[in-house]
């Protein structure tokens, strides 16, 4: 295994990128707010034992400040985005079609499940792909249609 691919084939670029991140514990199945600095690796090593319990979620931040600050839920192969582009302003990004419209989905918030309309639901695979993305550009804006809670 090299450091820009898992086990399961999950690509990672930008090994050595850092990142400050907070997420569910695989142990015990809860969320731990206890910020971590690593590198982007060490967090996709996480979010993948993460998949393999089949849900999860992680709160995503750059280090030079607490903001933006992505989060991702999943539960299964559907997930949900939360940007938090300041101490007020939320944002949650819009589906990808896995889930119609006239669906809900229940996805982890941290430790509680949250009932969410199809119109915000992605692909788990989806979901990492922007955050990942996010981590390396540091621009959540031009990633998706984001709309304002």
Not at 102 to 115: E, F, K, R, S, T
Request: glycine share 12%; no cysteine.
């Amino acid at each position: 295994m090299t450091e820009d691919a898992l086990a399961d084939g999950m690509h990672v670029e930008g090994a050595g990128v850092s990142v400050t991140w907070a997420a569910t514990a695989p142990e015990s199945g809860r969320f731990s707010a206890v910020e971590r600095r690593s590198d982007i690796t060490e967090l996709a090593h996480h979010f993948h034992e993460l998949r393999s319990r089949g849900r999860g979620y992680l709160e995503v931040g750059l280090p030079e400040g607490d903001f933006p600050l992505l989060t991702l839920g999943f539960q299964g192969d559907r997930a949900v985005l939360h940007l938090f582009d300041d101490a007020e302003g939320v944002y949650l990004l819009g589906g990808d079609g896995i889930a119609s419209a006239g669906d809900v989905v229940d996805i982890p918030i941290m430790d509680d499940l949250a009932a969410f309309s199809g119109d915000f639901v992605l692909a788990v695979d989806r979901a990492w792909a922007v955050l990942h993305t996010f981590i390396r550009t540091g621009a959540p804006g031009e990633l998706g249609e984001w709309r304002k809670l």
